[in-house]
């Protein structure tokens, strides 16, 4: 085998489908990879479209690159509007999973654009080409940040892209082995190479319920559910999210497991997963809003009953 490295720029883009280990867990193998297979055939047709190389499926999850080798800026627009044709093929994917009696899936796509290195890694018995270094970590965390059919870009990819580009919601988060925090934007829009909207989220039309439930809920790091069982109480309640008052302080943007009881609606309990996304301090408490990133059709369905026989 020989070895190669050379440095280079380029875009990355990394796409993850949101709960899918729950829903794994809870289908048929076959069914699973049905639509495992599936979904990677029309992301992969958009990819191929847009001049992306499939660096590695991950799981449910794919790292593509971007080399910059024409004009940066354009390699930058092109990942863009193929993350935008991403996530409005999910249609598609999810009318295949309905066929499946399957759950709506959503997916979050990460990117970032910088100086990797091109190398083959492996040995004798396995061996592939791919990119490596910290810019491409950088993409990988910038979508661990999305919620349910979210695109996010890194400030690298934004100043590249940010006279073509309408975004969101900016945030400045943490991550793992920078001192400085990142900025991230959310990506609606883009005019270049053609005008595109990224499909509008189910999270920002919603009413809100005032109630006063209590809830058992874990932390997620690294993809990992940690042992230990928190206690809270929600106090508001939306189709997309809710808001808890809980004694601990959870850091904004955590991914957490909640174990909702469905009595009030319905007569089991019922995972759901949610990202944090606000932290205040009240009266000694802290008042946690986080909106679902995993919710199933049955307890989506129901939820969203309840709210709207008792607004």
Same mark, same amino acid.
């Given at each position: 085998?020989?070895?190669?490295?050379?440095?280079?720029?380029?875009?990355?883009?990394?796409?993850?489908?949101?709960?899918?280990?729950?829903?794994?867990?809870?289908?048929?193998?076959? =069914?699973?990879?049905?639509?495992?297979?599936?979904?990677?055939?029309?992301?992969?047709?958009?990819?191929?479209?847009?001049?992306?190389?499939? /660096?590695?499926?991950?799981?449910?999850?794919?790292m593509v690159t971007f080399d910059t080798e024409?004009?940066?800026? $354009?390699?930058?627009?092109?990942?863009?509007?193929?993350?935008?044709?991403?996530?409005?093929?999910?249609?598609?994917?999810?009318?295949?999973?309905?066929?499946? !009696?399957?759950?709506?899936?959503?997916?979050?796509?990460?990117?970032?654009?910088?100086? *990797? *290195?091109?190398?083959?890694? #492996?040995?004798?018995?396995?061996?592939?080409?791919? *990119?490596?270094? $910290? =810019?491409?970590?950088?993409?990988?965390?910038?979508?661990?940040?999305?919620?349910?059919?979210?695109?996010?870009?890194?400030?690298?990819?934004?100043?590249?892209?940010?006279?073509?580009?309408?975004?969101?919601?900016? !945030?400045?988060?943490?991550?793992?082995?920078?001192? =400085?925090?990142?900025?991230?934007?959310?990506?609606?829009?883009?005019?270049?190479?053609?005008?595109?909207?990224?499909?509008?989220? $189910?999270?920002?039309?919603?009413?809100?319920?005032?109630?006063?439930?209590?809830?058992?809920?874990?932390?997620?790091?690294?993809?990992?559910?940690? /042992?230990?069982?928190?206690?809270?109480?929600?106090?508001?309640?939306?189709?997309?999210?809710?808001?808890?008052?809980?004694?601990?302080?959870?850091?904004?943007?955590? /991914?957490?497991?909640?174990?909702?009881?469905?009595?009030?609606? #319905?007569?089991?309990?019922?995972?759901?997963?949610?990202?944090?996304?606000? *932290?205040?301090?009240?009266?000694?408490?802290?008042?946690? #809003?986080?909106?679902?990133?995993?919710?199933?059709?049955?307890?989506?369905?129901?939820?969203?009953?309840?709210?709207?026989?008792?607004?």
């Amino acid at each position: 085998m020989s070895i190669t490295t050379k440095a280079k720029q380029a875009t990355i883009l990394f796409s993850d489908i949101r709960g899918f280990t729950s829903i794994s867990e809870r289908f048929p193998a076959k =069914q699973v990879v049905q639509l495992l297979n599936t979904y990677f055939q029309i992301m992969g047709n958009i990819i191929a479209r847009y001049g992306g190389r499939i /660096d590695k499926y991950m799981g449910d999850a794919i790292m593509v690159t971007f080399d910059t080798e024409r004009p940066e800026k $354009d390699s930058v627009l092109n990942t863009i509007a193929c993350a935008i044709e991403m996530q409005n093929a999910m249609e598609e994917v999810n009318e295949f999973g309905q066929k499946l !009696n399957m759950d709506k899936l959503f997916m979050g796509i990460g990117i970032n654009t910088g100086s *990797v *290195v091109a190398c083959t890694l #492996g040995s004798e018995h396995h061996w592939e080409d791919t *990119v490596i270094g $910290d =810019q491409v970590n950088v993409a990988a965390r910038v979508e661990s940040f999305c919620l349910r059919g979210q695109i996010l870009i890194s400030e690298n990819s934004y100043e590249y892209a940010k006279e073509y580009i309408k975004t969101g919601t900016v !945030n400045e988060v943490s991550a793992k082995g920078k001192k =400085q925090t990142i900025k991230i934007y959310e990506v609606l829009k883009t005019t270049r190479p053609k005008e595109l909207n990224a499909p509008e989220r $189910d999270g920002r039309r919603s009413p809100r319920l005032e109630v006063e439930i209590p809830i058992k809920f874990q932390k997620i790091e690294d993809k990992k559910i940690l /042992d230990t069982l928190l206690a809270g109480t929600i106090r508001d309640l939306s189709y997309g999210g809710i808001s808890l008052q809980t004694p601990m302080r959870i850091d904004k943007f955590s /991914d957490l497991r909640l174990q909702v009881s469905l009595s009030l609606i #319905g007569n089991e309990i019922s995972d759901v997963y949610a990202k944090v996304l606000r *932290v205040r301090k009240v009266d000694g408490q802290f008042d946690i #809003g986080m909106e679902f990133t995993t919710i199933d059709e049955k307890a989506a369905k129901s939820l969203k009953s309840f709210i709207d026989s008792n607004l």
